[in-house]
């Protein structure tokens, strides 16, 4: 508590801001004198997660543990993409720029989480202050190295493909570990923006089941052929479900086409968080590895998850889905191109990709 010209502050208040009226001040015009919801912070705690956005959105279950383990904390957030963030579960969320780099090294926290490998994020791990660090370090020839042994194993299986493939630890159980927890299957922290008034020109009376048609532009051997889609779309159709085509600018081409072969809605493309919102409307969605997939995951929709090229392990769909893989054996494990010339996802059939989605979510028959 501070008093300047008489009046009291609260500069360790959770809601204070410094520059501007908090909210409490703003919306009931509380005063720090008397403030029924003044809220001191006992810890300051700083999460450096810079990108890409499905690691960031699969982060965010660390978000329930923090808040259990530090109910009365200040969490800060660094990333390159905030839009993407609960607002709601995070006190002060900031992009990685100068001005925030400038500010977070003139402050002390009590907990720093740098999850990023990045050489930028493991500089500011090194020239933040904070009680205890977790996660990455830069080493003296400037590369990343772990900070503590918690981060080793996470460390070796990115550096290392014979470890990666070995590897049978989730992505968050991993991330949970490198900052000294237990995972205990906490869910993603996510924003449907189901609040933004969106309407939907979508299919009633059956499952809608959203097929993200694309899986961007580094690792083109995760797509699946127009003809597998068109098979699987005509098998869900028949079978009493409603399939909606999902993708960005990237897949509209694609969608467009499908939807001329088989009728299958297609609302068309949106900025980020109607798209969100959109996925929201789906009672399952099919995917590639991919940042709807992050975000099915993280909307608590049960999962077709189609992958080659990963080791699935790495990916927790809370029991709610099926990961479903080609046939064939894939021998191009994290690379963008096929050494054989033909990605093996063409060598799984629709019908595997249906069975997952009956098996996941059932239909009534559409001749019932």
């Given at each position: 508590?501070?008093?300047?010209?008489?009046?009291?502050?609260?500069?360790?208040?959770?809601?204070?801001?410094?520059?501007?009226?908090?909210?409490?001040?703003?919306?009931?015009?509380?005063?720090?004198?008397?403030?029924?919801?003044?809220?001191?912070?006992?810890?300051?705690?700083?999460?450096i997660?810079?990108?890409?956005?499905?690691?960031v959105?699969?982060?965010?279950?660390?978000?329930?543990?923090?808040?259990?383990?530090?109910?009365?904390?200040?969490?800060?957030?660094?990333?390159?993409?905030?839009?993407?963030?609960?607002?709601?579960?995070?006190?002060?969320?900031?992009?990685?720029?100068?001005?925030?780099?400038?500010?977070?090294?003139?402050?002390?926290?009590?907990?720093?989480?740098?999850?990023?490998?990045?050489?930028?994020?493991?500089?500011?791990?090194?020239?933040?202050?904070a009680?205890?660090?977790?996660?990455?370090?830069?080493?003296?020839?400037g590369?990343?190295?772990?900070?503590?042994?918690?981060?080793?194993?996470k460390?070796?299986?990115?550096?290392?493909?014979?470890?990666?493939?070995?590897?049978?630890?989730?992505?968050?159980?991993?991330?949970?570990?490198?900052?000294?927890?237990?995972?205990?299957?906490?869910?993603?922290?996510?924003?449907?923006?189901?609040?933004?008034?969106?309407?939907?020109?979508?299919?009633?009376?059956?499952?809608?089941?959203?097929?993200?048609?694309?899986?961007?532009?580094?690792?083109?051997?995760?797509?699946?052929?127009?003809?597998?889609?068109?098979?699987?779309?005509?098998?869900?159709?028949?079978?009493?479900?409603?399939?909606?085509?999902?993708?960005?600018?990237?897949?509209?081409?694609?969608?467009?086409?499908?939807?001329?072969?088989?009728?299958?809605?297609?609302?068309?493309?949106?900025?980020?968080?109607?798209?969100?919102?959109?996925?929201?409307?789906?009672?399952l969605?099919?995917?590639?590895?991919?940042?709807?997939?992050?975000i099915?995951?993280?909307?608590?929709?049960?999962?077709?998850?189609?992958?080659?090229?990963?080791?699935?392990?790495?990916?927790?769909?809370?029991?709610?889905?099926?990961?479903?893989?080609?046939?064939?054996?894939?021998?191009?494990?994290?690379?963008?191109?096929?050494?054989?010339g033909?990605?093996?996802?063409?060598?799984?059939?629709?019908?595997?990709?249906?069975?997952?989605?009956?098996?996941?979510?059932?239909?009534?028959?559409?001749?019932?």
């Amino acid at each position: 508590m501070a008093e300047l010209n008489g009046i009291t502050v609260h500069p360790n208040c959770r809601h204070f801001r410094g520059d501007i009226p908090c909210r409490p001040n703003k919306e009931h015009g509380y005063q720090c004198t008397g403030c029924p919801v003044y809220a001191p912070v006992q810890h300051r705690i700083l999460i450096i997660k810079l990108g890409a956005i499905g690691d960031v959105i699969r982060t965010t279950p660390l978000l329930r543990r923090l808040r259990q383990e530090y109910p009365d904390a200040k969490i800060t957030w660094l990333t390159l993409t905030p839009a993407i963030l609960p607002a709601g579960a995070i006190d002060e969320i900031l992009k990685l720029d100068l001005p925030s780099v400038l500010h977070l090294q003139a402050r002390e926290f009590d907990l720093l989480l740098n999850l990023d490998k990045d050489k930028e994020a493991c500089a500011l791990h090194d020239s933040i202050r904070a009680a205890r660090k977790f996660g990455y370090t830069l080493h003296p020839n400037g590369v990343a190295w772990p900070s503590n042994e918690l981060a080793n194993h996470k460390f070796l299986t990115g550096v290392f493909d014979q470890l990666s493939l070995q590897n049978q630890k989730p992505y968050v159980q991993e991330i949970f570990e490198l900052c000294g927890f237990e995972f205990q299957h906490e869910e993603y922290v996510f924003d449907n923006h189901q609040d933004k008034g969106y309407r939907w020109d979508l299919p009633t009376g059956k499952p809608r089941v959203g097929l993200n048609t694309g899986c961007g532009d580094r690792w083109t051997t995760r797509l699946w052929s127009d003809e597998k889609w068109i098979t699987l779309i005509r098998q869900l159709q028949q079978a009493g479900y409603a399939p909606v085509l999902l993708g960005g600018t990237a897949e509209h081409e694609r969608n467009v086409v499908l939807h001329e072969a088989t009728g299958a809605a297609y609302p068309g493309t949106f900025p980020l968080e109607q798209f969100i919102n959109l996925m929201h409307q789906m009672d399952l969605i099919v995917t590639q590895v991919t940042m709807a997939m992050h975000i099915s995951i993280a909307l608590q929709k049960p999962t077709v998850l189609m992958n080659n090229i990963f080791n699935p392990y790495e990916f927790d769909l809370y029991g709610r889905g099926q990961i479903v893989q080609p046939d064939r054996e894939c021998v191009c494990f994290y690379r963008g191109s096929c050494k054989l010339g033909t990605s093996c996802m063409e060598d799984l059939p629709a019908d595997k990709v249906f069975a997952a989605v009956r098996a996941s979510l059932p239909a009534v028959p559409a001749s019932a």
